[in-house]
């Protein structure tokens, strides 16, 4: 029972990174209807960014996340008017070919920049804490404070404010928001920020118990595909939930099959789901 509750802790733990990662990338998904790919890399220069801060400026890792997120945002935002934006009236394809080169445009650059070694990023909370008699460490007990607060004040943020139920309604249909007044560059300007922002505060959670390396954001940005469909593309609760459901599937199966099978559990949940519920947990007609 005592594996099974640090288990479940655990899948608490990545699931709420997976979360984050899923959720820019569904956000992003809403504005454009495209897969944005390169937003694994924006997941890599996140990390290599806060490591960045704290190694040859001296900043203290939770104002390293700050400029991080900042930086990885703006970088985002960039990528939207220089690659995404001029591409807006072109066949889906291009979007798609030019996300594959943004990918491959920044790793080659972070390998340019900081090289291809791995490399271990410090923290201040690596002490260990008993937590209801589970042994953790301080960091992953912040990641899934951190990680909920974030994704609980988005969801406010989405659902309560002007500009977050604009961000939806473009999302539902882009034209009809442009009919009804709302300004459909600053609004996809502020979605890619917010999207790149999630991907930086989650590699730089993750890195301490990590590595930061050039293809870092590969293996995340496939299982963050994962997730939106499974949880209904463009969904943003089916984003939070499938991000739990992955992360605790694997813990647990990690465990209790096999570790060397970890990675496959996501595609094999997600062939189940989808044959129950091809259109994801939530269908776009669903979500709120």
Excluded: C
Aim: hydrophobic letters at 55%.
């Amino acid at each position: 029972m005592e594996i099974l509750i640090q288990q479940l802790f655990n899948g608490l733990t990545i699931g709420s990174i997976y979360s984050l990662v899923a959720l820019g990338l569904t956000l992003v998904y809403g504005i454009l209807h495209i897969p944005n790919f390169a937003h694994g890399a924006l997941y890599m220069m996140g990390g290599y960014i806060t490591l960045s801060a704290m190694t040859y400026l001296g900043i203290h890792y939770v104002l390293a996340i700050f400029i991080s997120l900042l930086v990885v945002g703006i970088l985002s935002v960039l990528m939207d008017r220089l690659v995404f934006h001029p591409l807006r009236e072109s066949p889906p394809i291009q979007h798609k070919v030019a996300a594959i080169g943004m990918l491959l445009f920044l790793e080659a650059f972070a390998q340019m920049l900081w090289g291809a070694d791995y490399r271990q990023m410090s923290t201040p909370f690596d002490n260990v804490i008993n937590v209801f008699g589970l042994t953790v460490t301080l960091q992953r007990l912040i990641i899934v404070i951190t990680a909920v607060t974030v994704m609980i004040l988005l969801t406010i943020f989405l659902r309560k404010t002007f500009i977050g139920a604009s961000i939806i309604a473009m999302a539902q249909n882009r034209e009809g928001a442009s009919l009804v007044g709302i300004n459909t560059n600053r609004v996809t300007m502020l979605t890619f920020f917010i999207a790149g922002a999630l991907a930086a505060i989650g590699s730089s959670l993750t890195a301490p118990i990590n590595l930061v390396f050039p293809s870092m954001g590969h293996l995340v940005i496939l299982k963050a595909f994962v997730i939106i469909i499974i949880g209904g593309m463009g969904s943003v609760p089916g984003a939070i939930l499938g991000g739990y459901i992955l992360g605790f599937t694997e813990s647990i199966g990690a465990t209790y099959i096999s570790n060397d099978y970890k990675d496959l559990i996501a595609f094999i949940l997600l062939v189940i789901i989808l044959t129950v519920k091809p259109q994801g947990i939530f269908s776009r007609g669903e979500q709120s």
